[in-house]
């Protein structure tokens, strides 16, 4: 069905530009509308910086709240796609609850009735081409600035101006086809009417995907008298049932709480449209009472077609408002939160990258949900197990009293828990290029893909080390067993230590920790280089026995410092205020690589005193 959609679409807007000229003006007005909805989407986008973003996310702490923010948000975009949109991808990066986006969405519906009032009080009244043209040329050259507020202005003027011309060929068309073509002839009028133009109004926003582009075609086609009064009102219900499509497509992408909150649009737009096609008399009785008392003009349908546009959406929010708690209820039952799968991604989605800030902190969950897998499995290949460790007082004791094998598969752990979830957070990475983001947000995201692969050369160093940790530790065999809990104790240790920074406070966060512990690694494998150097030659270690032992350090002290570099990337704001007195205090990155170059150098000598011990032994 989908894919014929599109030619036979093509095709009848072709059969009517043959039929009828005056139709090209109709369509070509509809085109230029919605184009200049898309540029004023775009102004924003560009304006907001993330603004838009950041009010969303403070103001749906409370219903209230988030019925303002979509009432204003709405009035201001002219789009409750767009809203419902950015509020879908908030939602699937877990940044408002649902109660927060059902808010939001409630007031976006009140929102759109704003559209209708400029159009009926303003469009069809004024000859707004000629505003239209001076904004458009203005704003060309507006667009083609590199300061993003100048091309941001640029976009909105230019959508403004596209809205206007947009909502002039409508009405021009409309008033060329009262002189040939009189559409009056299909007006029905009772129940039937009512159903026919309902769905006619719904399948129109479908197409367009704008119940504000279906809103202004009933108002220029009712000014122009081809359509009736009562069958402008059921167009106008049927466009707010319509309207739900962008959300439903924009939920396809989108977590559960995504498909609740597009679940909750279309029960709120339906229950919104029956109760209006039920009670339309009544409505109609009280759109004319309001009009006579505010002075509108028993024959300006235009105007009482935006009255009552704003009478049944005001309605519709506060008739659901009492069963919110009921509505939420029944959501969480029909779309039930799936089973977590710590080997599936469960930030990353299309519905979250929509929008920077929702990428990025989308990005930034899933990769602490990465660690959280790491860490499982950095202590599992240790014998050790996470609660075992995170509770413990002293970390020594419990490795000195880990024993017994942990029963696991480590490169099956690791090709599902790691691999799949490092492939999903560096191909959603890589998206970044392909959209218009803030290069301190690209920057951001791309640190964040950088400790995502510290993380996981962490993992991969641990996984070498499996093999002799199981030949050593499982059983207690002298010096070997005691190097190999020290190596133990000092992962299990950093790992301690940066749980503790996941619990704290952002503010209360430091980078000299990070530096000290640094600093410690370095030292500690100084050390084991040369405890390992006096055990040979003490005869208490093997040489072949200190040689494994030797490349198994390597590993857990690689292991060590990527963790700590991923912990400072990760949790240290760098553009604090302590940012500049933590760096004068860190230590220098030469102190570290001179620990390295000595750990090295002993290393070497080691390597030197086996070759030596080897072929005296031959001898």
Known sequence: MIKYYLPVAIGALLIAFWVSPDAQVVAAGIAIFLFGMLMLEDGFKLLGGGTLERMLQRATKSVSRSLLFGFVSTALLQSSSLVSVMTISFLSADLISLVGGVGVIFGANIGTTTGAWLVAGLGLKVNIATYAMPIIGLSIILVFQKPKVLRGIGYALGGLGFLFLGIHYMKEGFDAFKDQVDLMRFALSGFWGLVVYCLLGTAATVIMQSSHATMVLTLTALAASQISYENALALAIGANIGTTITAIIGSISANFQGKRLALAHLIFNTTTAAVALVFIVPLSETVDLISGTVGIGAEDYALKLAVFHTIFNVLGVLLMLPLMRWLISFLERSIVEPTPDVSQPRYLNDAADDFPQTLEIALRKEVMHLYENAMTLILHGLNLHKKDVLGANSVAEVVRSSRTP????????????????????????????????????????????????????????????????????????????????????????????????????????????????????EEDARTAARRVEQLIRKNQLTPDAATSFLNDSDYAYSAMRKLIEAARTFYIERDSAMAEVERLLALEEEELGEYKIETDALSKEDESEKRHSKVVESK
């Open 406 to 521: 942990t029963d696991m598969d480590i490169e099956e752990s690791y090709r599902r828990k790691i691999k799949s979830l490092y492939s999903a957070i560096v191909e959603f990475s890589t998206r970044v290029g392909e959209k218009r983001v803030e290069p301190d947000v690209a920057e951001r995201v791309y640190a964040l893909r950088d400790i995502a692969g510290d993380i996981v050369q962490a993992v991969k160093s641990v996984k070498h080390l499996r093999k002799n940790i199981l030949r050593h530790t499982v059983r207690f065999s002298g010096s070997a067993t005691e190097l190999y809990d020290d190596l133990r104790t000092e992962i299990a240790r950093i790992l301690v230590e940066i749980q503790k920074l996941e619990d704290a406070e952002p503010d209360e966060r430091s980078a000299l920790w990070l530096d000290q512990e640094r600093a410690q690694v």
